[in-house]
């Protein structure tokens, strides 16, 4: 105690033994998702001090003025963590690729995929610049995880402006409105994203609209609120 309150800040969990023990250590907790608030409350049985959500920042992706493209271009994260779900994505995609041939497919990410059922342009390992080119490029943005802490590349692809399809995970059920700034499915479902999607494509002012939309709302979480909320957490008496 003389070196102060001692905090545990978790991002996510992968509900092994030792990590979900350490949950149970005698610290105040602060998560970035509300969803892990509620799993340790439920699940693991602990209290949390605070969630403080991961903030975006607006000027590393915002596009200004952007042009939405017709047909439009879908984007999709590669990442081969099976929590990602890229099996759901790529069904997707295929589907989608099947039904509107005219589309173009993105794919970024930080390992390749040894195949792409479907015909997709992929950046190996983008930065900065390039991954705001990508994402200035998409008009659609697919995020098909099973599973995250928070989940950066939604809010990112919504500060670009892009219409997002993403299953409700991490941050998602704080940062998207359903229906206005972009669509929810349950994790697992691909007739969802692909009913979604499609309606999008064959709806192209409402890809402007809700692009437009989900880049005006994630503008209020941004990091100096985040920083703001963890400071008042550390300093609070409890």
């Not at 479907?118 to 008009?139: N, T």
């Not at 399809?165 to 007739?191: A, F, H, Q, R």
Request: hydrophobic letters at 35%; charged letters at 25%; aromatic letters at 10%.
């Amino acid at each position: 105690s003389i070196k102060g309150r001692k905090f545990s800040f978790i991002r996510d969990t992968k509900y092994l033994p030792l990590e979900l023990e350490s949950f149970r250590l005698p610290l105040n907790r602060i998560v970035v998702s509300s969803w892990l608030k509620d799993f340790l409350n439920n699940e693991v049985g602990v209290s949390v001090a605070g969630v403080v959500p991961n903030g975006t920042n607006m000027e590393d992706f915002e596009v200004k003025n952007r042009i939405y493209n017709n047909p439009p271009t879908v984007c999709m994260m590669y990442y081969n963590h099976p929590i990602k779900g890229m099996a759901d994505g790529f069904k997707a995609l295929k589907q989608l690729k099947d039904q509107h041939p005219a589309i173009r497919i993105l794919m970024f990410g930080l390992n390749r995929p040894k195949h792409i059922p479907f015909g997709a342009e992929f950046h190996f390992r983008p930065f900065k610049e390039e991954l705001k080119s990508i994402y200035s490029q998409s008009d659609i943005y697919l995020f098909t995880s099973l599973q995250e802490g928070s989940g950066n590349t939604p809010r990112e692809a919504m500060a670009a402006g892009c219409a997002v399809v993403s299953t409700n995970v991490g941050c998602i059920p704080e940062c998207v409105i359903p229906g206005e700034t972009g669509l929810v499915v349950d994790p697992g479902d691909v007739n969802g994203m692909v009913e979604g999607i499609c309606g999008l494509i064959e709806n192209p002012k409402r890809i402007h609209k809700m692009g437009r939309r989900a880049q005006e709302h994630i503008r209020q979480f941004n990091w100096d609120k985040s920083t703001t909320w963890l400071l008042e957490l550390l300093s609070a008496d409890v």
